[in-house]
């Protein structure tokens, strides 16, 4: 015979057990704003203790861009382990906490694991999600879920063959799912079972959308911050700027007075002499500082772009008879190949002039002993039509370790350099709208030119 009283006395005990839980749970929602750490609560509390409300849940959150739910985190009643109550427990005050090494262990069971590979099409077809994502109401199935459905399918790899799923909703709007089961006892859900699910639900998705907006909140407020600092950061660049563009000018002047006094006097003294000496050192080093202020001044300005039809096959041409004497010099070969030609851009061709020069010069530098250069001018089609120049050498290539910082400002391997060469010639490519790149092959470097036929902009 079935003792009533004892019957209702435990389904009162359970139903206050309940209730404590749901306010407990209430408290601690206002003291969490970790999405994260907010989950791992929210599953954790249906599935720990002696007699567990749920043996497994599982929660997926919806993501609205790609039409899925996202497997976020899977707790069995084995891994619902950590949670604690702060404060007094017979407070109305307390709340439950969670350490991060529970969280961090509940993250890396193979049911967690599994649950966070799931992603589960929103497919109006299926009885499970119609109901629970476009209906926004509560799914319990009593039978094993059918086959041939996808969504179920997901739900059935995980293990769930009788299961609840319950909406994470906050003010209408469909946040994402959570399923619970208890595949290991069998134990079926009963009516009291999913009418708590649905009140605890309910406030676990008003935290959920909280906590969301809070994160965008700080994302915004540290996007904004950093907007401000870079800000700041660029209006002290462009005073320093300003200030090293005044020093250069009133410092050109004074140097090209001395280098030309130095000159005079290596032509007026005898050449064994030591003054002599003294005065080609003063020349040669106020004619290298020279070159670094011009170079200062060229980085540092914006010069216009006087853009004009131009032949780059005809620019070329042009860079390798300035060259024609150091080529000579160093003893070194150069082979062209120009192909499917003109090579028609709009561009300034002094400056373009500069960028090929440059690299000439340096490619002989690489190669005092002697050696080869290749130029080579193609037409290349990737969306429109470029015209792409390579200069190779077979100097020995550039060093793997710095060739990403080549183009960086005053960075030089020179015993003599101002760093300033390669990273005007990557200015003004950026500003005709092309591109360089610098790579080794074979013997040598390469240096890849890539420029839009027929376009041109400018900064």
Do not use: W
Not at 120 to 149: F, K, M, P, W
């Amino acid at each position: 015979m079935v003792d009533h009283n004892t019957s209702h006395t435990t389904s009162a005990e359970k139903k206050l057990t309940d209730l404590a839980l749901l306010y407990r749970f209430s408290n601690t929602l206002l003291s969490t704003i970790s999405l994260n750490k907010l989950i791992h609560l929210i599953l954790t509390a249906l599935t720990s203790g002696k007699s567990p409300l749920f043996e497994r849940a599982m929660l997926f959150l919806r993501n609205e861009k790609s039409g899925v739910l996202q497997g976020m985190l899977g707790v069995s009643h084995e891994s619902a382990e950590g949670l604690v109550i702060v404060g007094d427990e017979e407070s109305l005050g307390s709340r439950l906490d969670i350490s991060d090494e529970a969280i961090a262990r509940q993250r890396t069971t193979a049911f967690c694991i599994r649950v966070r590979a799931t992603r589960i099409d929103i497919d109006e077809s299926c009885v499970a999600i119609n109901r629970v994502i476009l209906e926004n109401q509560l799914y319990h199935t009593e039978e094993a879920v059918r086959h041939g459905c996808p969504t179920c399918d997901s739900i059935r790899h995980l293990g769930a063959t009788v299961f609840a799923a319950i909406p994470l909703l906050s003010r209408d709007k469909n946040l994402g799912i959570i399923v619970v089961d208890n595949p290991e006892s069998g134990a079926r859900i009963t009516l009291e079972d999913l009418h708590f699910l649905q009140l605890f639900a309910s406030q676990a998705g008003m935290a959920i959308e909280n906590s969301m907006l809070y994160n965008r909140i700080e994302d915004a407020h540290s996007n904004l911050r950093d907007a401000r600092e870079r800000l700041v950061h660029g209006e002290r660049l462009a005073a320093i700027g300003e200030m090293a563009t005044y020093l250069v000018h009133e410092l050109k002047n004074p140097v090209v007075i001395i280098g030309g006094f130095a000159g005079r006097l290596l032509k007026a003294l005898p050449a064994e002499s030591r003054e002599h000496s003294y005065a080609d050192t003063i020349f040669r080093e106020t004619s290298r500082l020279e070159k670094m202020l011009a170079e200062i001044l060229i980085f540092s300005s914006k010069a216009p772009i006087c853009c004009n039809r131009c032949d780059v096959e005809a620019i070329l041409r042009e860079c390798i008879e300035s060259c024609t004497p150091t080529l000579e010099d160093y003893g070194i070969r150069l082979v062209t190949s120009f192909k499917d030609g003109p090579f028609l851009v709009l561009g300034d061709a002094h400056q373009l002039k500069q960028v090929f020069l440059n690299l000439l010069l340096n490619a002989c530098e690489a190669m005092p002993n002697g050696g080869a250069i290749k130029i080579s001018a193609q037409k290349l089609f990737l969306g429109k039509h470029f015209v792409t120049v390579s200069i190779s050498d077979t100097g020995g290539g550039i060093q793997p370790n710095i060739l990403f910082k080549i183009f960086n400002p005053f960075f030089t391997t020179k015993p003599h350099g101002t760093g300033l060469g390669l990273a005007i010639v990557n200015r003004i490519l950026l500003n005709h709208g092309g591109t360089i790149e610098a790579t080794n092959e074979g013997a040598g470097a390469v240096f890849k030119i890539s420029l839009p036929m027929k376009e041109c902009s400018s900064n």
